[in-house]
């Protein structure tokens, strides 16, 4: 699975697998918006998850403007390791 390529890489700078990390959160809920994209392409009206997905993409923008405001490097490096948008901040 991807997240466990990731986990080394993290491990790597912080010295430790730490799923607390907010970039291993960010990575982990990243994860399962693409996965819930693709799974809206064959269930267009599930609109459950629908409701999920923008609950995730929330968590996930919170947890990027905290991670902009505390470190903006980190931040940046972040935004172009997952292609998430521009790296701009605010």
């Known amino acids: 699975m991807v997240k466990n390529s990731f986990i ?6 912080k010295k430790g ?3 607390g990390l ?10 399962r918006i693409r996965r819930l994209t693709s799974h809206f392409e064959l269930h267009p ?6 409701t999920g997905l923008r609950k ?4 996930r923008q ?3 403007s905290y ?3 505390k470190d903006g490097i980190r931040y940046k ?12 901040i605010r």
């Open 17 to 19: 697998k730490n799923p």
């Open 45 to 50: 009206k599930d609109y459950s998850s629908q």
């Open 62 to 64: 919170r947890l990027l």
């Open 22 to 31: 907010v970039e291993f959160q960010i990575f982990q809920f990243t994860n």
């Open 77 to 88: 490096k972040l935004i172009n390791q997952f292609d998430i948008r521009q790296s701009q």
């Open 8 to 13: 080394p890489v993290l491990s790597q700078e």
């Open 67 to 69: 991670l902009s405001k």
């Open 56 to 59: 995730i993409l929330g968590k």
